[in-house]
């Protein structure tokens, strides 16, 4: 069992450019996350998709959008790279029951590293 | 916003210390997770707090999450160089994680 794979390991980007980064998992969790994490900053909730079909945003969402067509995928896109962008990003999922706020463990992703110049 | 404070933001200690890490928040979470990073990798779950005043002990490691639940605390005795990691606290509510900016833990030999 894989758990959670995100692709590329590292990226060079120029600013300006579209980018896409892909994260699968094969746990069947209905839901899904992207963080960036910065320095001092801990890690920051970019998207989240509570189910397949659906998306929602978190702290930090301007200059990203994500899709979830169906379970195992949840791709990030930058339209426009910009420096501020530069960050480790990280994907994670986890399995959270219908209509209870609980306290499922989320399984992260090895990450992404970014740098736009 | 929700914030997390966690303190020390750095700490470096000989093998065989004893150290507290700090979470602090003016915000009431349902429950109250700790992670470690190691570099390079993702975060990985260490233990999830619920009630308040709660304590859980993982071998050396042991968590508080306070009365209020606003706060928590991690706790390592006879530290070891395995313990080497970031170390995040994340607070639960509406099915969301806030995330610590996280305690970079050195242990030297």
């Known amino acids: 069992i894989a758990g959670i794979t995100q692709a590329p390991t590292s990226q060079i980007l120029a600013a300006g450019r579209r980018m896409t980064l892909r994260c699968t998992q094969d746990?069947?969790?209905?839901?899904m996350y992207w963080y960036r994490q910065d320095l001092g900053l801990g890690l920051r909730l970019i998207h989240y998709s509570n189910t397949a079909g659906t998306t929602g945003k978190g702290e930090v969402p301007d200059g990203y959008s994500v899709s979830r067509a169906n379970t195992d995928d949840f791709p990030l896109t930058l339209a426009s790279a910009v420096p501020s962008q530069t960050s480790v990003y990280f994907c994670?999922?986890?399995?959270?029951?219908?209509?209870?706020?609980?306290?499922?463990?989320?399984?992260f992703g090895p990450g992404t590293r970014l740098t736009v110049l | 916003t929700q914030l997390l404070e966690q303190s020390p933001q750095f700490l470096s200690i000989q093998e065989g210390e004893n150290l507290t890490v700090y979470c602090n928040s003016s915000?009431?979470?349902?429950?109250l997770q700790w992670y470690r990073q190691e570099p390079g990798e993702g975060p990985v779950l260490l233990v999830t707090v619920v009630t308040g005043g709660e304590v859980k002990k993982l071998k050396r490691l042991t968590f508080q999450f306070g009365d209020a639940r606003k706060d928590s605390s991690l706790h390592i005795t006879a530290a070891q160089p395995g313990d080497t990691g970031l170390y995040l606290c994340?607070?639960?509510?509406?099915?969301?994680?806030?995330f610590g900016s996280g305690t970079q833990l050195t242990v030297l030999p």
């Open positions: 915000s009431v979470f349902s429950s």
């Open positions: 746990m069947r969790h209905n839901a």
């Open positions: 994670a999922s986890s399995y959270e029951p219908a209509g209870t706020g609980g306290y499922n463990e989320q399984f």
């Open positions: 994340a607070g639960r509510s509406a099915r969301q994680l806030t």
